[in-house]
């Protein structure tokens, strides 16, 4: 199995500013990706983080909103950009290993 | 559209009484379905995946089954502990992302 931590584990903004979430996992993996869940809500998919390339995006997400990284096969970064309101959820980071999928703890965002 | 529909919504049991949650789903193509347990402010944990029609996986007081439209996860003799929300979601291909259903928020009182 994977062992995916993510930072910060909560954070509260500002309208307007902007979050980077980090993910690390403890191996190497052939996919991760990004989910948001909002209150109350289930899992949707953001996007799936390619390592060397360009994220691909879920309809309804952009990468001017969501910018995307990874530089490599166990990292990855997720920043929602421009905050509003709308925008607080918990962000969730997800990898695949060994056939199985695994997620972080996420990331509790407040938007002020 | 695929889809994946999880029932019902909310379940409250007693503590010892069984019961099963289901999981639908309409997609063009299976490769796994896989359960998660949430609990509040945190991750889905993995519990499952299966693969084809028929199969079974148990683990301490829960089972899951697999016909090809529809998942049931038992839970025989739930605890209070066993609180959470149960998440489905369904697989497609080998490294594509899943796709959830809403959850079925257990609830198990002593």
């Known amino acids: 199995s994977a062992v995916i931590s993510q930072k910060p584990s909560r954070d509260i903004c500002q309208r307007g500013t902007s979050l980077t979430i980090q993910c690390q996992v403890d191996s190497q993996v052939t996919m991760m990706f990004w989910y948001r869940q909002q209150p109350g809500q289930s899992l949707t998919l953001i996007a799936t983080?390619?390592?060397?390339?360009?994220?691909?995006?879920e309809s309804g997400f952009v990468i001017d909103k969501f910018p995307i990284s990874r530089p490599n096969l166990t990292f990855s970064t997720l920043t929602v950009s421009n905050l509003s309101p709308e925008d607080s959820s918990i962000y969730l980071c997800?990898?695949?290993?060994?056939?199985?999928?695994?997620f972080g703890p996420g990331t509790r965002l407040t938007v002020t | 559209e695929d889809q994946v529909t999880q029932s019902p919504e909310a379940l409250r049991l007693q503590e010892g009484e069984s019961s099963s949650l289901n999981c639908s789903y309409t997609?063009?193509?299976?490769?796994?379905l896989f359960w998660y347990r949430q609990d509040p402010g945190k991750g889905p944990e993995f519990l499952f995946t299966?693969?084809?029609a028929g199969e079974e996986k148990e683990k301490e007081r829960l089972k899951a089954t697999l016909t090809k439209k529809e998942s049931f996860l038992h839970i025989t003799a739930p605890k209070p502990e066993d609180s959470a929300t149960y998440l489905c979601a369904v697989q497609l291909s080998g490294n594509t992302p899943l796709v959830f259903g809403k959850g079925t928020r257990l609830s198990v009182i002593a």
């Open positions: 299966l693969y084809s």
């Open positions: 997609v063009s193509g299976l490769r796994g």
């Open positions: 983080a390619n390592q060397g390339s360009e994220a691909t995006y």
């Open positions: 997800s990898a695949t290993g060994g056939g199985e999928q695994y």
